[in-house]
C-alpha cells in the first residue's frame, strides 16, 4: 500500500505548529469549532527511567487545518494551559475523535486536569458503521483498534509508525521535519477515516447508537473531590520540586497560586483561576 502523507493529498491541509499560548489561542480559532475535530497526543517516554512524562504534543485537524500544539519544551514552557485549547476539548457540543481517544483523554486529565467530553472512539464506531469489521481476521471485534489498521482498512494507504519518531524526544527545542509530519498525519488521517465511515453507515443504511463509541472524562472516576468541588483552570509551570513533592500538577497548580497570591482564599482563588 501508499504510505500515507498529508502532505501529498490532493487538497492538502495547512499545518500548523504552534508554540506559544497566543498562536494556539488563536489558531484554534481558526478551526471549524462546528466540529468534528480529530485529536492525538503525543509525549516522551523515558527509557532508562522507565518514566512517562506529561503530554508534549497535542495534535488537532478539521477538514482543511492540521495544529500540532507543543505544550513542553526542554527550553520553555506554556505558563498555562491554553484557554482556547481547553474550551475546545470540554465541549459536549464539539466531538473529538481518535483511535484509543478516552485513554489520551484520562492522561491529559492526570497531566493538566482537562475534563475531554464527546470523545469518539473510532474503533467503536466502525464496529456499527462496518459490520464486516467485527470479523475475527479483521479487528476481532475491539472498541479500541489501531489507528493504522483503520487507515489501511478504509484509506487503502500505509500509516507509518516509525519507531524512532514514536518513541523520539516531543519535548526537543527543535522538533523535526519528520517528526511534525508524523505529529501531522495521525488527526488527519483520524478525520478522513471518520468520515469514510459515517458515509459507509449512509450508504448502507445503518442507524448509528452515538452512546456505543462516544464517551467523556469522568472526574469522579479518576480523583476523589469533596461534593461540590471545583476543578480550576490548571497553570503549567514545571519545576523540580513537582517531581521531588511526587504530585501531579492539578494538586501542585492551586498550591502555587495560593503561595503566589499571598494566601488568596479559596473563593477567590476559583475565581481568578476560571475560564471566564
Known amino acids: 500500500l501508499p504510505v500515507y502523507s498529508y502532505s501529498k493529498l490532493s487538497s492538502p491541509p495547512k499545518m500548523r505548529f504552534a508554540r506559544t499560548e497566543a498562536d494556539t489561542d488563536k489558531w484554534i480559532q481558526e478551526l471549524d469549532l462546528a466540529g468534528p475535530i480529530a485529536m492525538?497526543?503525543?509525549?516522551?517516554?523515558?527509557?532508562?527511567?522507565?518514566?512517562?512524562?506529561?503530554?508534549?504534543?497535542?495534535?488537532?485537524?478539521?477538514?482543511?487545518?492540521?495544529?500540532?500544539?507543543?505544550?513542553?519544551?526542554?527550553?520553555?514552557?506554556?505558563?498555562?494551559?491554553?484557554?482556547?485549547?481547553?474550551?475546545?476539548?470540554?465541549?459536549?457540543?464539539i466531538p473529538k475523535m481518535g483511535a484509543n481517544i478516552l485513554n489520551d483523554a484520562k492522561k491529559l486529565f492526570k497531566d493538566y486536569g482537562i475534563m475531554a467530553k464527546n470523545v469518539v472512539e473510532l474503533g467503536g464506531l466502525a464496529k456499527q458503521a462496518d459490520p464486516a469489521s467485527i470479523a475475527p481476521d479483521v479487528f476481532?471485534?475491539?472498541?479500541?483498534?489501531?489507528?493504522?489498521?483503520?487507515?489501511?482498512?478504509?484509506?487503502?494507504?500505509?500509516?507509518s509508525k516509525d519507531e524512532e519518531n514514536r518513541m523520539g524526544d516531543w519535548e526537543a527545542e527543535n522538533l523535526s521535519a519528520e517528526m511534525l509530519e508524523y505529529a501531522a498525519n495521525d488527526p488527519y488521517s483520524a478525520l478522513q477515516v471518520y468520515h469514510h465511515l459515517l458515509a459507509l453507515a449512509e450508504t448502507n443504511a445503518i442507524t448509528l447508537d452515538p452512546t456505543k463509541y462516544t464517551d467523556r472524562v469522568h472526574y469522579e472516576r479518576l480523583h476523589s473531590a469533596e461534593p461540590g468541588g471545583v476543578l480550576p483552570v490548571p497553570t503549567i509551570v514545571f519545576t523540580p520540586m513537582m517531581s521531588d513533592a511526587k504530585m501531579q500538577p492539578q494538586q501542585l497548580r492551586a498550591y502555587r497560586y495560593f503561595l503566589a497570591k499571598r494566601y488568596l482564599d479559596m473563593d477567590t482563588m476559583c475565581k481568578e483561576l476560571c475560564l471566564k
Not at 67 to 87: D, K
Not at 140 to 159: H, I, S
Open 40 to 93: 492525538d497526543c503525543e509525549w516522551v517516554f523515558v527509557r532508562r527511567k522507565g518514566g512517562i512524562r506529561p503530554v508534549s504534543v497535542i495534535q488537532l485537524a478539521d477538514k482543511t487545518n492540521i495544529l500540532v500544539i507543543q505544550l513542553r519544551n526542554s527550553r520553555s514552557n506554556m505558563a498555562r494551559f491554553p484557554i482556547h485549547l481547553q474550551r475546545l476539548l470540554e465541549n459536549p457540543e
Open 140 to 159: 476481532r471485534g475491539r472498541k479500541t483498534v489501531a489507528l493504522a489498521k483503520l487507515v489501511e482498512r478504509y484509506l487503502r494507504k500505509k500509516l
